[in-house]
């Protein structure tokens, strides 16, 4: 059976057993809250797979653990790793854009992985590329209150 990583909205990250890909996230084992799957660290050493497509990337603020910075440069680094291959692989080309958030600011205007990711590239600084991107829309408030952007 495949081992996965969660990450909870406050950070507790855990490793799991699921039956196959598609089984629901656990909830978190130390605060029972909702969780993201993350990759799991023995996967990404393995490099002779397919690289992950947006398929399974959060598309929602909740989604990234509520704008986790390290769960946001882990899909980052996915997707990027995806496009380089999509690029020496057209035949596995997904045409849809992976969707960083489509919520609050961004319900009109979705933030995707790859604005995100160019907002991103001098700072390094996902956070602060998503408020960018979120105060650029003309919106000042953020998704939830208890963000830390
Ligand atoms: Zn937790």
Known sequence: MPTYDFLCNCGHRFERFLRSYKSANPDCEVCARPTSRVPSR??????????EGDTYAPKSFEGTANGNR?????????LETRRKFEEKHPEHKT?????????G???NNPLTYRELASRAEKTGDATAAAA?????RGVKAVPKKDVNL
């Open 95 to 103: 045409t849809r854009e992976a969707i960083a958030a489509h919520e």
């Open 105 to 107: 600011a961004f319900e």
């Open 132 to 136: 960018e991107a979120s105060r650029d």
């Open 70 to 78: 390290e769960l946001i440069a882990i899909w980052q680094r996915k």
């Open 42 to 51: 023995v996967a990404m050493l393995g490099a002779a797979s397919i690289p």
